[in-house]
């Protein structure tokens, strides 16, 4: 069973071009997340869904946009790259609601922005 | 904000010493939950502690919490080099269903 999968695992891009981060679950699960990764801040939320089709902002969601039209499916878009956004990409998700069961997280996805 | 602070940043023991991670967090919660990171890896899960529990136990794992304080900390006993990783607390900020973590301890366990 091949659970969550992130892809491309490893991105470089230049300033301002748009990149996709691709999550994909084989589980059903119902809620879907992104979080990003940076020393010092630990995991920041940035945008998370309970269901296909719905879609709410975390901690950090300016810059990104988010669609889930498929349940199995979470594409993180970034419109226009900026080197802030340099960082590790973490996609998860849970069958039941976060706040009682626990996440299963992708491998990450490493992007550097020129 | 975050809502979940570990401490210490960095703790280095020896192998078969006992560790000790502590978190504090801001808002009420449903449940507290730590993960486990090994380097260039996914996080992954390792204990969900409920609001109206005080103390659970998995394998050589014990977690502690104290809502009164806000605070739970993570104990792994005996520990060995594989446990060299950091180590994240997670908690539902205001009881909603999203998982807001902390910065994260970095465990090195010296063979």
């Known amino acids: 069973d091949a659970g969550i999968t992130q892809s491309p695992r490893y991105k470089i891009t230049e300033t301002g071009r748009q990149v996709t981060l691709m999550c994909h679950q084989t589980?059903?699960?119902?809620?879907m997340f992104w979080y990003r990764q940076d020393l010092g801040h630990g995991l920041r939320l940035i945008y998370y869904?309970?269901?296909?089709?719905?879609?709410d902002k975390g901690e950090v969601p300016d810059g990104y946009v988010v669609s889930r039209s498929k349940t199995e499916n979470f594409p993180l878009t970034l419109e226009s790259a900026t080197r802030s956004q340099t960082s590790v990409y973490f996609c998860?998700?849970?069958?039941?609601?976060?706040?009682?069961?626990?996440?299963?997280f992708g491998e990450g996805s490493r992007l550097t922005v020129l | 904000s975050q809502q979940g602070e570990e401490d210490p940043q960095a703790l280095s023991i020896q192998e078969g010493e006992n560790a000790t991670m502590n978190c504090s967090y801001k808002?009420?919660?449903?449940?507290l939950q730590w993960y486990r990171q090994n380097s260039g890896r996914g996080l992954v899960h390792l204990i969900l502690?409920?609001?109206?529990?005080r103390e659970k136990h998995s394998g050589r794992l014990r977690v502690t919490l104290d809502t009164s304080k806000k605070s739970s900390s993570l104990l792994i006993t005996a520990s060995r080099a594989a446990d060299t990783a950091s180590y994240f607390c997670?908690?539902?900020?205001?009881?909603?269903?999203?998982?807001?973590f902390g910065s994260g301890t970095r465990l090195l366990v010296r063979p």
């Open positions: 808002t009420s919660i449903n449940n």
């Open positions: 869904s309970a269901a296909a089709d719905i879609t």
């Open positions: 998860a998700s849970t069958l039941a609601a976060a706040n009682t069961g626990e996440l299963f």
């Open positions: 997670a908690t539902d900020e205001d009881s909603s269903y999203k998982l807001i």
């Open positions: 502690i409920r609001s109206n529990e």
């Open positions: 589980w059903s699960h119902s809620y």
